[in-house]
């Protein structure tokens, strides 16, 4: 089987043309020397080779005859994403996707459905869900903190397997989740935007009488826990850890970005072992980034960054690379 590339999603609405961008990457470079993989920034951290592009157009023609860009438009037909308002006025638009070896699976909130990169859709069972995460045979674990307040567990096809109630030991409030993750069997939840994992079941479906916590986020060869934090906001430095499935330390590593580091977005791992670390960086509204930083998992050496410009409040966004 393939490797899982990484993708890089913005949602781009400019003068009234609105499409969802997935962009796949090719393998990061790797660093040359000793000094560099102990520390990156922006300047000396080394470019991943991404294809990145200015996406913020009134038309998508450039983009689109860009390698390994994909466009899904906003629209009321079967191959396209849904788009809408809540009573009170908040976007309601796709809200989490992932990719794998079968392609790319877009959680389309609007139309209440995961819709497949073929054009192709699963059902959700109900109106609203926040994220979506798939496990090796295929099955689809799906967040809905607000009106279910639970994890729904599908088979490939779409067939309720089981559901996990968020609140229990550990969460209180269901609305403390921030992110789902399938590792192996298990089905995991982030809360508040970092901290250990909470174990709330199986992707069979059936809920975890005893909840566990994980150190780390489970790369996705199933080997190691990574974890990442901010050391210093003010200075723009960071650090990144790589333990055993046993919380054992193996190695952790500084970075540094010549700006205000505010927050880690996420760390995540490809399928064969290379992880990532995004973090929040810029000091205004004017300047944000998100700063995406590529580790190799053996030396921890720093295999090149690249960072993607924050959605402006006119509703732009731009990927570049520094």
């Known amino acids: 089987m393939r490797a899982a590339p990484i993708i890089v999603g913005v949602v781009v609405t400019a003068l009234g043309a609105a499409y969802f961008i997935s962009h796949k990457s090719s393998a990061p470079a790797a660093s040359k020397s000793a000094s560099e993989t102990e520390q990156a920034s922006s300047a000396g951290g080394g470019s991943a080779r991404i294809q990145a592009t200015v996406v913020a157009t009134a038309t ?17 037909d079967e191959r396209s ?84 109630p968020i609140a229990g030991t550990g969460i209180e409030d269901p609305s403390d989740v921030s992110r789902l993750i399938v590792s192996g069997d298990d089905v995991l939840v982030e809360r508040n935007g970092g901290g250990p994992l909470l174990r709330l079941g199986g992707t069979d479906g059936v809920a975890a009488q005893d909840r566990t916590e994980i150190q780390g986020v489970p790369t996705r060869d199933g080997k190691f826990l990574v ?47 290379k992880l990532w670390a995004v973090l929040l960086a810029g000091s205004s509204a004017s300047d944000y980034v998100n700063w995406a930083v590529c ?8 295999r090149g960054s690249f960072t993607i410009a924050a959605e402006d409040p006119r509703g732009r966004a731009s990927a570049t690379t520094p």
């Not at 979506?132 to 309720?160: C, M, N, P, Q, Y």
């Not at 580790?295 to 720093?302: E, I, M």
């Open 227 to 273: 974890s990442a934090g901010v050391t210093d906001e003010e200075a723009g430095r960071a650090w990144v850890t790589l333990a055993d499935r046993q919380a054992i330390h193996i190695w952790t590593r500084e970075l540094h970005f010549p700006s205000v580091i505010s927050a880690v977005a996420f760390v995540d791992s490809e399928s064969n072992g």
């Open 81 to 164: 994403l849904g788009r809408g308002l809540t009573g009170d006025g908040h976007d309601v638009a796709p809200a989490s996707f992932l990719a794998d070896a079968d392609g790319l699976f877009v959680l389309d909130q609007e139309k209440s459905r995961i819709l497949r990169s073929d054009g192709t859709s699963i059902r959700l069972p109900t109106k609203h869900a926040d994220d979506i995460a798939r496990a090796h045979d295929g099955s689809f674990a799906v967040l809905d903190r607000t009106d279910t307040k639970e994890v729904t567990v599908l088979d490939k096809d779409g067939h309720v397997k089981g559901h996990l």
């Open 295 to 302: 580790l190799d998992p053996t030396s921890g050496n720093v």
């Open 60 to 76: 998508p023609s450039t983009a689109s005859h860009e390698d390994g860009v994909e466009l899904i438009p906003f629209g009321s």
